[in-house]
T-cell receptor, first 111, second 111 residues
Framework: GQNIDQPTEMTATEGAIVQINCTYQ??????LFWYQQHAGEAPTFLSY????GLEEKGRFSSFLSRSKGYSYLLLKELQMKDSASYLC????????????FGSGTRLLVRP | AAGVIQSPRHLIKEKRETATLKCYPI?????VYWYQQGPGQDPQFLIS???????DKGSIPDRFSAQQFSDYHSELNMSSLELGDSALYFC??????????FGSGTRLTVV
């Protein structure tokens, strides 16, 4: 089986930086994804980590430590439109490489 | 660029009725995944197809079935609908190690 844990909710201020953590326990770990999802909409891809280290992409960065089963998503220069759910998902080396999602973190950005 | 197309966008059915959801993956994507997302829940994997063959199966009720056709589009058939089947149903397609793209989803409401 697999366990993927994220904080349920976070609140941050416009212009600030926020870090959303994700811990996972899974056999056959292949890679870790971060998705953003606004209510009622499809998840949209933010980042992908397969090796240890930091991946930077504009205002978003994601870090992975495979040995610790830990990842974080860093959002800089927060904007109101960043208020959304952020989903951590892992893939395993199995027959389908399906995305296995955590419960998501609802981020509220306040003025 | 072409995206994953799902139809219909919204569907209202009565209990015990049947529903068919359609998914048209991105051209040349060889894998299709179906997910169910209840209110406030993370997406739950239902079933996947690789090259028109079922590749994996998740927590999909026996009342549901799916297939992928020769043109790679996929259909999720849901029978004897229950109130608890009300959810967003997402289809995602993929080719290679990453690049999962989600469709806009079908919102199914069972009344």
């Amino acid at each position: 089986g697999q366990n993927i844990d994220q904080p349920t909710e976070m609140t941050a201020t416009e212009g600030a930086i926020v870090q959303i953590n994700c811990t996972y326990q899974t056999s056959g770990f292949n890679g870790l994804f971060w998705y953003q999802q606004h209510a009622g909409e499809a998840p949209t891809f933010l980042s992908y980590n397969v090796l240890d280290g930091l991946e930077e992409k504009g205002r978003f960065s994601s870090f992975l430590s495979r040995s610790k089963g830990y990842s974080y998503l860093l959002l800089k220069e927060l904007q109101m439109k960043d208020s959304a759910s952020y989903l951590c998902a892992v893939t395993r080396e199995d027959s389908s490489y399906k995305l296995i999602f955590g419960s998501g973190t609802r981020l509220l950005v306040r003025p | 660029a072409a995206g994953v197309i799902q139809s219909p966008r919204h569907l209202i059915k009565e209990k015990r009725e049947t529903a068919t959801l359609k998914c048209y993956p991105i051209p040349r994507h060889d894998t299709v995944y179906w997910y169910q997302q209840g209110p406030g829940q993370d997406p739950q994997f239902l079933i996947s197809f690789y090259e028109k063959m079922q590749s994996d199966k998740g927590s999909i009720p026996d009342r549901f079935s799916a297939q992928q056709f020769s043109d790679y589009h996929s259909e999720l058939n849901m029978s004897s609908l229950e109130l608890g089947d009300s959810a967003l149903y997402f289809c995602a397609s993929r080719i290679g190690g990453k690049g999962y793209t989600f469709g806009s989803g079908t919102r199914l409401t069972v009344v």
